[in-house]
């Protein structure tokens, strides 16, 4: 829990009684490589921080999944459409390869923005780092061509592209395995 603690550090100022009481609101919980965190239908009723692992964001459109994003270490995982209006989910979230997170409920995240001095803070910084992301993903899904996709992915995930397969990284940009293959070889050559 340490790492969480100090990732939460990174964004506010934590008292040690402010330590204390995330020690109390969040829980540990180990996923095995393909389990799910979420699955579309279900409310999302957490949020999570990845401290190992790693986990994929996707959708099933007409029987084909289409992966919409990636988390990592450090970071932390949630549903935001389905979580805030404690509605059913169309988002499923995966566990690429065995992970260990830390969840806070919904309750408990509520208790985190009044008990934790600058938590409500944190949330706010939390949603903006979000919200930037998917307007950015979008835009460039809108607008790039699929090798400049690939160059963001790179960029964005440059040190877990090699635990991502393929396939997923063809989907995350918006394309069949095989364009993404060219792309690779045109880029290497």
């Given at each position: 829990m340490?790492?969480?603690i ?6 506010i ?25 979420l699955?579309a ?9 990845i ?6 964001y996707?959708?099933?459109k ?11 270490e450090?970071?932390?995982?949630c ?14 979230i ?14 408990n ?31 460039s ?7 400049l ?9 440059q040190?877990?592209g ?5 396939y997923y ?6 394309i ?12 290497v050559?």
């Open positions: 340490d790492f969480l100090k990732t939460i550090q990174n964004h100022p934590l008292s040690s009684a402010d330590e204390q009481i995330i020690r109390k609101l969040f829980r540990e919980r180990k996923l095995k490589k393909g389990e799910h965190l699955e239908g279900n409310v999302c009723r957490n949020i999570i921080f401290e190992k692992g790693l986990v994929r996707y959708n099933n007409d029987g084909e999944e289409q992966t919409g994003y990636f988390n990592k450090g970071e932390f995982v549903d935001y459409p389905s979580f805030l209006p404690q509605k059913p989910s169309l988002t499923n995966q566990a690429l390869e065995e992970t260990t997170v830390y969840t806070i409920s919904y309750t995240m509520q208790l985190f923005y009044q008990q934790v001095e600058h938590g409500e803070r944190f949330g706010r910084l939390a949603i903006e780092y979000v919200f930037v992301n998917v307007i950015n993903q979008i835009t899904l809108y607008n790039d061509p699929a090798e996709r690939y160059q963001h992915f790179l960029s964005r995930f040190d877990i090699q635990r991502i397969p393929q990284i063809a989907s995350y940009i918006g069949k395995p095989q364009s993404l293959s060219r792309i690779r070889k045109r880029m050559g």
